[in-house]
């Protein structure tokens, strides 16, 4: 079984802050999804990534995928409280179009 | 994106009751998708809903349990039989609108089981 795993599960950071999220698969795949959400709420969509080295970038924070390493990361620049949620990954295995979903991150934003 | 509405929103149920989900898509869809999220965790894929065909569901979840009705390409319904305290959860239809495509979700079932 496809195996998803995020680290760390908890982050606390000040404003202003820059750090990365990890997101580590077990499986071939090139598809790769980042997802924000808020307590309470459904899941909205941040990023899309289809290939190797494919990068997006959206206000601050930023996603990158390596397939060969079957890593990606979400890197959070001068982070702002707005920012605080939990962020989930997910790869949709190449053999079907089931997404697994990674553990989360739960980023909490400190003033 | 797609728009999904899904309700009830939240429920508050007794033990051994039942309780139907409804997903309403604004366009067709080829499939959608049955998810629970336990309180702060991760997401469980329930089952895959095909307009025509049975449900296929994934382990640890029976369709006795978690029945599913796909009557047409915009709407799909899930049952949760005869609750327990462990059904407590948040459940999520989702669709996929093409191969490469994120999942867009509904806004969830907060399901509380007493």
């Known amino acids: 079984e496809l195996k998803v795993e995020q680290n760390p599960l908890f982050l606390s950071m000040q404003e202003g802050k820059n750090y990365t999220i990890y997101c580590n698969y077990s499986t071939t795949s090139d598809r790769l999804y980042w997802y924000r959400q808020d307590p309470g709420k459904s899941l909205e969509s941040l990023f899309v990534?289809?290939?190797?080295?494919a990068v997006k970038q959206e206000g601050r924070l930023m996603a990158s995928l390596d397939t060969k390493a079957r890593l990606s990361t979400l890197h959070i620049t001068a982070a702002v409280h707005d920012l605080s949620a939990t962020y989930f990954c997910a790869v949709d295995e190449n053999t079907g179009n089931q997404f697994y979903f990674g553990t989360g991150t739960s980023l909490t934003v400190i003033p | 994106s797609a728009v999904i509405s899904q309700k009830p929103s939240r429920d508050i149920c007794q033990r051994g009751t039942s309780l139907t989900i409804q997903c309403q898509v604004d366009?067709?869809?080829?499939?959608m998708f049955w998810y629970r999220q336990q309180p702060g965790q991760s997401l469980t894929l329930i089952a895959t809903?095909?307009?025509?065909?049975?449900?296929?569901?994934e382990s640890g979840f029976v369709i006795d349990k978690f029945p599913i009705s796909r009557p047409n390409l915009t709407f799909s319904t899930l049952t949760v039989s005869n609750m327990s305290p462990e059904d407590s959860s948040i459940y999520l239809c989702?669709?996929?609108?093409?191969?490469?495509?994120?999942?867009?979700f509904g806004n969830g079932t907060r399901l509380t089981v007493t």
């Open positions: 809903a095909n307009q025509g065909s049975e449900a296929t569901y």
């Open positions: 990534l289809l290939s190797n080295g």
């Open positions: 366009s067709q869809v080829t499939m």
């Open positions: 989702s669709v996929q609108r093409g191969f490469g495509s994120p999942l867009h």
